[in-house]
């Protein structure tokens, strides 16, 4: 432990998706081992930093208006650091747009140098300058980074970093950087450690998980990575996200099967249901191969939860792909979406296209699928009352703390009563009722 930074303390802000939370738990983890602890809020933190998004506009002006907010507070505080990190930093030009709009930041660093953080740090430090560095080009995979893992039930494990896959929406390929796969053991041992430690659940993380393994040398694909997870002594459930529709294949549906410790959960984002917006979209799949998927999954998992993302307004959206895209989603009764008003990303091809759809057409259009996934959620939820669900608790519910929340092996959050020494196990729970977000119980 650095003496220099006992007792002092840090806040995180983390935008985003999974991939920047397991990000934040990574950072975390080398401050703690600097000899930092967690802030009980951001007024009383030594040190503040913004994990940020740029996946949607939204994102980023969030980041703007909490950055202005934080104006005040260095200004009574000197000796406060704040630090900026992740995607949005990626974005060329994007470090020195912030700097001139907030000089007061001390440091700012992109997705492919967080390791560095401690030098940053010693640098603002002892030399008590700005410190901005965004490295271009990914290093090579940097294992053995301390992780302080926000549950201590179940975790994030990162098995591929990058993605090469080049939607035209999509900013992420060009700030997280080519495909880059995790070896199988290091995989396989980052989990043997988690069970020591008492973690139940892992949740495999990568842009396309499907494309898992294509620069190892012996390549090893998913579905072998998956068996060989399961194989793992102690660890009780695994899931894994995002899968994409063109490169998910029958062996990997076979193995969700076959093997007891994995979920029966896709998330597989369709992401609209007009084939020719899905080209436009260059998803490289078409309305009918995803419709087969589906069908797939259900004759092979019959309880498979299924779930999905879908953008409404790409460009170019007319009324009709967008009817297709709601005929799409109340044919397949999709458990749960994230659904998402199209956003327009400089950098990524879709900026340039023409046909941007209005505001007004867009939020329309949004209002009626959400209209439509409630429904389907409703629906397969209310399947589940009367039953008798397997549940590993996770910690006390969100909106009321004498109750637990849980999750089924489908991935449906369950609330019920019981008492706290079962957070982290495995228990039975009846079904009592069922709403379009989440199940109630009772534990028996
Ligand atoms: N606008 C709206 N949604 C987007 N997504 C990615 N880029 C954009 C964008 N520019 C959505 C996709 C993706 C999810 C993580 O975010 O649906 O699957
Ligand atoms: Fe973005 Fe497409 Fe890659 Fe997903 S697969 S991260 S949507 S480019």
Redesign the pocket.
């Known amino acids: 432990m650095e003496d220099k930074f006992r007792n002092k303390s840090f806040f995180i802000s983390t935008y985003g998706c999974q991939m920047n939370e397991e990000d934040s738990e990574k950072l975390s983890g080398i401050l703690k081992k600097m000899g930092y602890k967690r802030a009980e809020n951001k007024l009383s933190a030594d040190l503040i930093i913004f994990n940020t998004c740029c996946v949607r506009e939204n994102a980023e002006l969030k980041v703007y208006g909490n950055l202005g907010a934080l104006k005040k507070l260095k200004k009574q505080r000197p000796e406060l650091i704040i630090a900026l990190c992740g995607c949005m930093m990626q974005q060329k030009g994007m470090a020195e747009k912030v700097i001139k709009k907030f000089p007061f930041v001390d440091i700012i660093f992109g997705t492919h140098n967080a390791y560095k953080f401690p030098e940053y740090l010693n640098r603002v430090n002892h030399q008590n300058v700005s410190v901005i560095e965004i490295q271009d080009k990914e290093d090579g995979i940097v294992e053995g980074v301390p992780i302080d893992r926000e549950s201590s039930v179940k975790a994030f494990v990162t098995i591929m970093y990058g ?1 090469n ?3 035209a ?2 900013i ?2 060009y700030v997280r950087g080519r495909e880059r796969s995790r070896k199988p053991e290091d995989i396989e041992n980052e989990i043997k450690e988690l069970v020591s430690k008492g973690y139940k659940e892992v949740t495999l993380l990568g ?2 998980v499907n494309s898992y393994g294509k620069n190892l040398n012996p390549r090893v694909n998913f579905s072998e990575l998956l068996r060989r997870i399961n194989n793992v002594d102690g660890i009780e459930r695994i899931r894994f996200m ?1 899968s ?1 529709p063109k490169d998910l294949t029958d062996d990997v549906i076979d193995v969700i099967s076959e093997c007891d410790k994995i979920c029966e959960h896709i998330h597989l ?1 369709v992401q609209s249901g007009s084939t020719r917006i899905l080209k436009k979209m260059n998803r490289n799949y078409s309305k009918e191969q995803y419709l087969a998927l589906v069908s797939e999954i259900k004759h092979k998992i019959p309880d498979a939860s299924i779930t999905t993302d879908i953008i409404v307004g790409f460009p170019g959206e007319t009324e009709e792909d967008f009817e297709e895209t709601l005929n799409l989603a109340e044919g397949v009764e999709f458990d749960s979406a994230f659904t998402f008003i199209y956003s327009k990303r400089e950098g990524t091809p879709a900026y340039k296209i023409e046909e941007q759809i209005s505001d007004d057409v867009k939020h329309e259009r949004f209002n009626r699928l959400v209209e439509v996934i409630n429904k389907s959620a409703a629906k397969k939820n209310k399947v589940y009352e009367g039953r008798i669900e397997e549940v590993l608790v996770e910690g006390p519910s969100k909106n009321d703390s004498t109750k637990l929340m849980g999750r089924t092996r489908t991935g449906k959050l369950v609330n019920f009563q019981g008492d706290k020494a079962f957070i982290g196990e495995l228990v039975k729970v009846e079904i009592t009722k069922a709403t379009s977000f989440s199940l109630l119980g009772r534990q028996i």
């Open positions: 993605c896959n080049f939607c929406y999509c992420v390929p842009q396309n995002t994409h984002p």
